[in-house]
Nanobody
Framework: QVQYVESGGGLVQPGGSLRLSCAAS????????MGWYRQAPGKQRELVAT???????NYADSVKGRFTISRDNAKNTLYLQMSSLKPEDTAVYYC????????WGQGTQVTVSS
């Protein structure tokens, strides 16, 4: 089974930027539709962005225009570039396959606060 390891989170001020990475353990990653999810305290996990193997992207309305999902299939890595961050973006961010979901990884904490 593929495993995913997220990284790149941290503490950032409102209006700031962060770039998250998700490393996949197997090259089969390249054929999967992939997604970034987030879970805020006391809330359900939500899907914020998806990308197909060919690079077609979709975003939740709450992040559209601020977040950009991308992938490097040669490196088995998924990215999420986040800009104009808001306090409501504070959450643990996870990646997973939409095509064949694997066990959830540890995620990476993003905290937006002044």
């Amino acid at each position: 089974q593929v495993q995913y390891v997220e990284s790149g989170g941290g503490l950032v001020q409102p209006g700031g930027s962060l770039r998250l990475s998700c490393a996949a353990s197997r090259s089969i990653f390249s054929i999967y539709v992939m997604g970034w999810y987030r879970q805020a305290p006391g809330k359900q996990r939500e899907l914020v962005a998806t990308i197909t193997s060919g690079g077609t992207t979709n975003y939740a309305d709450s992040v559209k225009g601020r977040f950009t999902i991308s992938r490097d299939n040669a490196k088995n890595t998924l990215y999420l570039q986040m800009s104009s961050l808001k306090p409501e973006d504070t959450a643990v961010y996870y990646c997973n396959s939409i095509s064949f979901p694997a066990a959830w990884g540890q995620g990476t904490q993003v905290t937006v606060s002044s």
